[in-house]
């Protein structure tokens, strides 16, 4: 981003120096080219600052804040040079509206006033008792209101105080219901912002991003795809994976968490959970890694990330429903996003947590492998490859089914109902593990 910004503020910084060495050399409306003179040089010194932020600077407004800006001061070039007119037979012939001069320096104000918004919030300078950076609201929230809206709540969302970085994703939820700008709101980087703090910000502040994002797919269907290209479902899966199945390597490195685990090390370990959680055990913790392993698995990433394990249990069970609820909406209809739970370990955390979780989290559990299964139903090659009867996995999910469904008082009985009818197809005749609790 820094090379970028220095290519993005390389042209009008030019501009300003020609409108300011043309507004020294004028030689009538004087006092007209003084005032704008001054107000350029307000607005290079802004652009000279942001050149020094460099890759802090908040990419998509600054892009939108230096092209008006870029316009302004060609408008401004223009208007400066035709009073430094060379003779006086072209000097008395060129008239300039005074208006042309109110109106270039109103707008010249207004690109200062942008940038000077820019660098606030590319800083975080934020005035809690006004409710706004600085305490003021840049002339793009006049035009541009909505838009204005989503960028400040992005740039809070990445770099504010927790308390405030904590409202920001509810004030986007509230911003695409009220303002149905869901387009605007993909464009303007809220599935790029909210996957970097998936990875890597403070879980409570991943919990609320995991609600915002089942809220946004809830409201509009198109934005699976786009929080599937950002990876939010391996973000999400390692969520629901924290401290209930917990992946092992000798190497804990950083990783990246895009990558789901498909080594043989998961492999085995999915195999022993499957087992243990069949046998009514709790949610394995600490699987010790089995003798027959790829030797590349020292590669893989490692679930728990510096510090998780400190958190509040409070903190940790609301990550845990949120990660869940999230990838239940993300499921909904979508073969593709299924098939990257079902690849992954998701699969089998929604099995566990189906029974060992809390409640809120066996809840959304439910509601995910409903979804899930009800894709399955009509996509034959996941249904094959997902809920094959011989895997663990796939035991371990119909077992965690079946047991709600044996519990009378389940408030679970009715999604847990639905999903072993829509997986029908994969029991045998002589399946009555499966019919009786039906028949009861």
């Given at each position: ?6 290519l ?7 501009l300003a120096d020609?409108?300011i ?6 030689s009538s ?17 802004f652009?000279h ?5 460099g890759?802090?600077l908040?990419?998509?407004?600054t892009?939108?804040?230096i092209d008006d800006?870029?316009?302004v001061?060609e408008r401004?070039l223009?208007?400066?040079?035709k009073?430094?007119?060379?003779c ?8 300039i509206p ?5 109106e ?5 104000k207004?690109s ?9 919030i590319?800083a ?5 008792s006004h ?12 035009d541009?209101?909505?838009l ?6 992005l740039?809070?969302?990445s ?8 409202e920001?994703p ?10 149905s ?8 980087g809220n599935?790029?912002?909210f996957?970097?703090i998936?990875k890597?910000?403070?879980m409570?502040?991943?919990?609320e991003?995991?609600w915002?994002?089942s809220?946004?797919?809830?409201n509009?269907a198109p934005?699976?795809e786009?929080?599937?290209q950002h990876?939010?479902?391996?973000l999400l ?5 924290f401290?209930?199945?917990e992946?092992h390597?000798s ?9 789901f685990?498909?080594?043989q090390?998961?492999?085995?370990a999915?195999i ?10 709790s949610p ?7 003798e ?13 990330a510096?510090g998780?394990?400190?958190e509040?249990p409070?903190?940790?069970?609301y990550?845990?429903?949120m990660?869940?609820k999230?990838?239940w909406?993300l499921?909904?209809g ?5 098939k990257?739970?079902t690849?992954?370990?998701g ?7 189906l029974?060992?979780g809390p409640?809120?989290?066996?809840r ?8 899930i ?9 996941l249904r094959?490859?997902a809920?094959?009867p ?5 035991k371990a999910?119909?077992d965690?089914?079946v047991r709600?469904i044996?519990n ?10 639905k999903a072993?009818?829509?997986?029908a ?9 499966v019919?009786?609790p039906?028949?009861q």
């Amino acid at each position: 981003m820094a090379y970028t910004v220095k290519l993005i503020l390389e042209k009008p910084i030019q501009l300003a120096d020609q409108v300011i060495k043309a507004a020294d050399e004028s030689s009538s409306f004087k006092s007209h080219c003084s005032d704008l003179k001054e107000k350029t040089q307000t607005l290079a010194a802004f652009l000279h600052q942001a050149a020094r932020m460099g890759k802090n600077l908040y990419e998509r407004p600054t892009r939108r804040i230096i092209d008006d800006t870029n316009q302004v001061l060609e408008r401004t070039l223009t208007l400066v040079q035709k009073c430094r007119a060379n003779c006086l037979f072209k000097r008395a012939f060129t008239e300039i509206p005074a208006a042309a001069f109110q109106e270039t320096s109103s707008q010249l104000k207004n690109s200062a006033d942008n940038l000077s918004w820019l660098l606030c919030i590319s800083a975080a300078v934020y005035d809690n008792s006004h409710g706004d950076y600085l305490g003021h609201s840049p002339p793009l929230a006049i035009d541009e209101p909505v838009l204005f809206s989503i960028w400040e709540q992005l740039a809070i969302l990445s770099s504010g105080s927790l308390s405030d970085r904590l409202e920001a994703p509810k004030s986007l939820v509230l911003s695409a219901k009220k303002y149905s700008c869901h387009g605007k709101l993909i464009q303007e980087g809220n599935c790029s912002v909210f996957a970097k703090i998936l990875k890597e910000g403070p879980m409570k502040l991943q919990a609320e991003v995991a609600w915002a994002i089942s809220e946004h797919v809830a409201n509009y269907a198109p934005f699976q795809e786009h929080f599937a290209q950002h990876n939010i479902i391996p973000l999400l899966v390692r969520h629901l994976a924290f401290e209930t199945i917990e992946e092992h390597s000798s190497n804990r490195d950083n990783q990246d968490w895009s990558q789901f685990w498909t080594t043989q090390t998961s492999k085995s370990a999915l195999i022993v959970a499957a087992s243990s959680y069949s046998k009514g055990k709790s949610p394995v913790l600490g699987l010790d890694v089995v003798e027959d392993v790829d030797p590349q698995s020292s590669s893989r990433p490692s679930v728990c990330a510096k510090g998780r394990e400190y958190e509040e249990p409070k903190t940790k069970a609301y990550m845990k429903a949120m990660a869940a609820k999230a990838l239940w909406r993300l499921d909904k209809g979508n073969s593709t996003i299924c098939k990257s739970i079902t690849d992954s370990i998701g699969l089998l955390c929604f099995a566990v947590l189906l029974g060992e979780g809390p409640e809120e989290v066996q809840r959304f559990s439910a509601m995910a492998l409903m979804e899930i299964t009800a894709v399955a139903e009509k996509d034959t090659p996941l249904r094959r490859s997902a809920f094959n009867p011989k895997s663990p996995t796939c035991k371990a999910v119909v077992d965690g089914l079946v047991r709600t469904i044996g519990n009378k008082d389940s408030k679970l009985v009715v999604p847990c109902l639905k999903a072993i009818g829509n997986l029908a197809r994969i029991f045998h005749a002589s399946e009555t593990r499966v019919i009786r609790p039906l028949i009861q």
